[in-house]
């Protein structure tokens, strides 16, 4: 049950609320004592590699980590880069940085680079699984995508309130090595998950969040943490927004 709202008045000792974020130091409320996924970190693409299992990928495509952030590969001759064949029916789940929810329409692309300078691959084929905690994955479709392209996956069909991760297996089986199987340049996020009141990205309105506040406050300049009015000046109107919706959640 997510717990109920507190609200503090707008104007008080600063002091005060410093003794409480150090009195808060001995609970385990914020990371690294959530149990987990590590806490989003605000960018809409794949942030680390969860697991990958290829079978007959080779150099320079079997490096899983190209997968991560923006999409980003190139069939530059001697070296490209950017890719990770996922091998014949091989997989990757990734982590994604923000989490992302169901939007009118498309919610990730997938990126995928089917072109090479050695005279091109076949079209591949994979599936798309996304999940909330990493561990329990919940099938969205299909894709087949050919040269240069990038594909629209729709989330509405997991029954998700939100998700942090994404599997791809690959179902088209085909492909000489290094390349075999589905190439992954990269995945995108389209709609995002905004939890106003927290300021560290990790879906809890909770201390963490207050310390950072306390530790800006008074300061002047543009896009600042917990500035959550815009004003250019994080002041007390912007604590008793945070204070507003401390202690809850938007997991």
Same mark, same amino acid.
């Given at each position: 049950?997510?717990?109920?709202?507190?609200?503090?008045? =707008?104007?008080?000792?600063?002091?005060?609320?410093?003794?409480?974020?150090?009195?808060?130091?001995?609970?385990?409320?914020?990371?690294?004592?959530?149990?987990?996924?590590?806490?989003?970190?605000?960018?809409?693409?794949?942030?680390?590699?969860?697991?990958?299992?290829?079978? %007959?990928?080779?150099?320079?495509?079997?490096?899983?980590?190209?997968?991560?952030?923006?999409?980003?590969?190139?069939?530059?001759?001697?070296?490209?880069?950017?890719?990770?064949?996922?091998?014949?029916?091989?997989?990757?789940?990734?982590?994604?940085?923000?989490?992302?929810?169901?939007?009118?329409?498309?919610?990730?692309?997938?990126?995928?680079?089917?072109?090479?300078?050695?005279?091109?691959?076949?079209?591949?084929?994979? =599936?798309?699984?996304?999940?909330?905690?990493?561990?329990?994955?919940?099938?969205?479709?299909?894709?087949?995508?050919?040269?240069?392209?990038?594909?629209?996956?729709?989330?509405?069909?997991?029954?998700?309130?939100?998700?942090?991760?994404?599997?791809?297996?690959?179902?088209?089986?085909?492909?000489?090595?290094?390349?075999?199987?589905?190439?992954?340049?990269?995945?995108?996020?389209?709609?995002?998950?905004?939890?106003?009141?927290?300021?560290?990205?990790?879906?809890?309105? !909770?201390?963490?969040?207050?310390?950072?506040?306390? =530790?800006?406050?008074?300061?002047?300049?543009?896009?600042?943490?917990? !500035?959550?009015?815009?004003?250019?000046?994080?002041?007390?109107?912007?604590?008793?927004?945070?204070?507003?919706?401390? %202690?809850? =959640?938007?997991?």
């Amino acid at each position: 049950m997510t717990p109920s709202p507190q609200r503090f008045p =707008s104007t008080g000792s600063l002091g005060v609320l410093r003794s409480l974020v150090r009195g808060a130091a001995a609970l385990c409320i914020v990371p690294p004592c959530v149990a987990g996924l590590p806490p989003p970190t605000g960018e809409p693409h794949a942030v680390a590699v969860l697991a990958a299992a290829a079978t %007959n990928n080779g150099f320079p495509f079997n490096d899983p980590t190209e997968t991560l952030g923006p999409p980003d590969s190139s069939d530059s001759q001697p070296s490209p880069r950017g890719l990770y064949s996922l091998g014949a029916f091989g997989s990757i789940d990734l982590l994604l940085g923000v989490a992302v929810v169901d939007g009118p329409g498309a919610d990730l692309v997938i990126w995928e680079e089917e072109s090479f300078s050695d005279g091109g691959a076949p079209d591949e084929s994979a =599936s798309v699984l996304v999940s909330a905690d990493g561990a329990l994955f919940v099938p969205v479709g299909s894709i087949q995508i050919g040269v240069y392209a990038s594909q629209f996956i729709d989330i509405a069909g997991a029954g998700l309130a939100l998700i942090r991760a994404v599997r791809i297996v690959d179902t088209s089986g085909s492909g000489p090595s290094p390349t075999a199987g589905f190439d992954l340049d990269a995945v995108t996020a389209l709609f995002i998950l905004h939890c106003p009141g927290d300021i560290d990205h990790d879906l809890d309105i !909770d201390f963490a969040d207050l310390n950072a506040l306390l =530790s800006g406050f008074n300061q002047l300049g543009e896009a600042l943490p917990g !500035d959550f009015d815009n004003d250019g000046d994080v002041d007390f109107a912007d604590l008793n927004t945070l204070l507003g919706v401390f %202690n809850t =959640s938007c997991r």
